[in-house]
């Protein structure tokens, strides 16, 4: 996994809760452990990041929802 995305997918779990306070059911797009942008579409935080120059493999958008049990684990180190 790039280690940006492994970055931003610890940022997100860690900034979750309140994630899930201030922007429940929004996407959340991040490039390696900073938050850019929380948008109402996947599309439109893509969009952003691309016209912004970054690569595919240098950003993330999720979805703001609780974790569940099932998902799987992301590695914390890079």
């Known amino acids: 996994m790039p280690p940006m995305i492994v970055l931003a997918c610890n940022a997100f779990r860690r900034e979750l809760p309140e994630l899930l306070r201030d922007h429940p059911r929004r996407w959340v797009a991040y490039h390696g452990d900073r ?5 109402g579409t996947k599309t439109a935080l893509y969009q952003d990041c691309l016209r912004r120059g970054m690569a595919r493999d240098q950003f993330l958008v999720l979805f703001v929802e609780p974790e569940r049990d099932d998902e799987i684990e992301v590695p914390i180190d890079v």
């Open 35 to 39: 938050r850019l942008a929380v948008g």
